[in-house]
Every structure is written in structure tokens, then in C-alpha cells.
């Protein structure tokens, strides 16, 4: 099935450096969504975004969509151990369509 | 506000038999969706549902199924398991009508098919 492009695909990064991750896309989407996944766990949303240009917080996480709406990107400031995980972007179009998912985003943090 | 919940947690099953997943959706939810995720990959969509039809399937056999009941909650059914049917199950509910198109998921079934 179809999936939208994650980069990068890992990182690692020391504790207390800013993260960057970015979500590309073929298609044009009318949302865009930031979930995380612990192992074992099932994806948490983070943030949602809904307009093209957008720039949205959520404590240290800040996502913004792209103004083509083909992509859409993640940052977090000083990042701590509980940051370790997979990060997933996620696009929709309506509320009764599906979500189509990256490949995801494992984050490393060094103590 | 309850969230999503997902049963049973674990399941270990054979080629070619069926299995049963069930899901909770969360409080004031009106809609289920279903993905699989295998290792290393990112959840693909199963099938969705939207009161009690199904409103939409991704790339998946007949042989998986599904069906919401009037509580909103879902189950998910396979027949014939494959051993590439091994991965994690998961349901996302969602409150279509409302403008906002976010998905919260539960914690996920693991089915590993031996």
C-alpha cells in the first residue's frame, strides 16, 4: 500500500539537542498528524495539523505543514530519554478516509 | 474519558485457522478503522467502519473482515491464517462529522500465525 516518505529513517541524538524529522509526500493531504510508538505500544497522537502553512506546538513539539501540502515536518527541543521511540507522520484527507503512514522516525536519545 | 482498548493482548495461532479481534472504541467515538502493522513498517489500513458498514478497505483480502456493533465498538476477523498475517493488529477510533479527522489508537493485538 501506499506510504509517505520518512527521513531519516533513525537518528541518535545526545540529551538536550534539538531533533528535526521531515514527511514527504506525492499526494496532496488535508491533514497531517505526528503520532509516537513506544515499543509494545500503539501510536500516540502528538499533533494535528489542518491547514497549509500551519505551525502547531505541543510543549517541546512543534510541527508545522508544508504550504504545497505534500509535506510536513517535526521538531523537538531539548530532547530527553522519555523521547526515545518511533515517530510516524500520518495524511488524511477526510474523516472517513484512511490515514496513509510513513515508515517512521527511531529516535535515539544518549544520555 | 475512556480510551481505546484492544482484546486480547497476545494471540498465537496456526496456519489456517481464524481469529477473532475486538475493540473498544473511545467515549463519544462513532467510527473504527482497523490497520496491521508489520515489523519495521508503518500501520496500513485494513478496512474502516462507520455505522456498522464498512465505509472503505485498503489492499486486503476478502478473508478479512470485519464488524462494528451500535456501542461502536468493532471486531476484526481472519480466515485461513497466513503466516504472513503475523503482526500487529491495530484500532484506531475516530469522530467522523465533527471536522476534525484525528485517530487515536489502542495499545494493539499481537498475532503471531506458526
Known amino acids: 500500500g501506499q506510504q509517505l516518505n520518512q527521513s531519516p529513517q533513525s537518528m541518535f541524538i545526545q540529551e538536550g539537542e534539538d531533533v528535526s524529522m521531515n514527511c514527504t509526500s506525492s499526494?496532496?493531504?488535508?491533514?497531517w498528524l505526528w503520532y509516537k510508538q513506544d515499543p509494545g505500544e500503539g501510536p500516540v497522537l502528538l499533533i494535528a495539523?489542518?491547514?497549509?502553512?500551519e505551525l502547531t506546538s505541543n510543549g517541546r513539539l512543534t510541527a508545522q505543514f508544508g504550504i504545497t501540502r505534500k509535506d510536513s515536518f517535526l521538531n523537538i527541543s531539548a530532547s530527553i530519554p522519555s523521547d526515545v521511540g518511533i515517530y510516524f507522520c500520518?495524511?488524511?484527507?477526510?474523516?472517513?478516509?484512511?490515514?496513509?503512514f510513513g515508515k517512521g522516525t527511531r529516535l535515539s536519545v544518549i544520555a | 474519558e475512556t480510551g481505546v482498548t484492544q482484546s486480547p493482548t497476545h494471540l498465537i495461532k496456526t496456519r489456517g485457522q481464524q481469529v477473532t479481534l475486538r475493540c473498544s472504541s473511545q467515549?463519544?467515538?462513532?467510527?473504527v478503522s482497523w490497520y496491521q502493522q508489520a515489523l519495521g513498517q508503518g500501520p496500513q489500513f485494513i478496512f474502516q467502519?462507520?455505522?456498522?458498514?464498512?465505509?472503505g478497505r485498503g489492499n486486503f483480502p476478502p478473508r478479512f473482515s470485519g464488524l462494528q456493533f451500535p456501542n461502536y465498538s468493532s471486531e476484526l476477523n481472519v480466515n485461513a491464517l497466513e503466516l504472513d498475517d503475523s503482526a500487529l493488529y491495530l484500532c484506531?477510533?475516530?469522530?467522523?462529522?465533527?471536522?476534525?479527522?484525528?485517530?487515536?489508537f489502542g495499545p494493539g493485538t499481537r498475532l503471531t500465525v506458526t
Open positions: 484506531a477510533s475516530s469522530l467522523v462529522g465533527q471536522g476534525t479527522y484525528e485517530q487515536y
Open positions: 499526494s496532496i493531504f488535508n491533514t
Open positions: 495539523l489542518y491547514k497549509a502553512g
Open positions: 500520518a495524511g488524511g484527507n477526510s474523516g472517513n478516509t484512511p490515514l496513509v
Open positions: 467515549s463519544g467515538h462513532n467510527t
Open positions: 467502519y462507520y455505522r456498522e458498514e464498512e465505509n
